[in-house]
């Protein structure tokens, strides 16, 4: 299993194991956790499973492929550590990942 925090907007964090091979807006839906919208369900097609991936792990996550950038254009508050959840495939390596969910998706 690999550990994931959720930190959300009030900085109230919420710390979840996932499968390897499932993606953190999977992992996030699974569980309920507020802030995750994932309207689109995991196809890249909207930006409401925006999170911005801890500066301790953006290494390990990696940036965003062209699709993702393109949708990152319709999310709010874009940064440069902004990902959509849904594009990050956990591996043992991800054990311990933070993520932070933005103050509004959209």
Same mark, same amino acid.
């Given at each position: 299993m690999v550990k994931i925090s959720f930190v959300d907007f009030d900085g109230v964090s919420r710390?979840?194991? #996932? &499968? +390897?091979?499932? =993606? !953190?807006?999977? =992992? %996030? /839906?699974?569980?309920? !956790? +507020?802030? /995750?919208? %994932?309207? *689109?369900?995991? #196809? *890249? %097609?909207? #930006? =409401?499973?925006? !999170?911005?991936?801890?500066? #301790?792990? =953006?290494? /390990?996550?990696?940036? +965003?492929? +062209?699709?993702? &950038?393109d949708m990152l254009d319709f999310a709010s508050g874009v940064r440069p550590n902004s990902r959509l959840s849904c594009q990050i495939r956990l591996t043992a390596e991800m054990d311990g990942l933070t993520v932070h969910t933005p103050e509004q998706q959209g």
């Open positions: 710390s979840l194991e #996932a &499968e +390897p091979g499932s =993606t !953190v807006m999977e =992992t %996030a /839906i699974r569980n309920g !956790v +507020p802030g /995750i919208d %994932a309207e *689109c369900g995991g #196809a *890249c %097609a909207c #930006a =409401t499973c925006h !999170v911005y991936v801890d500066e #301790a792990w =953006t290494q /390990i996550v990696g940036g +965003p492929q +062209p699709m993702e &950038e």
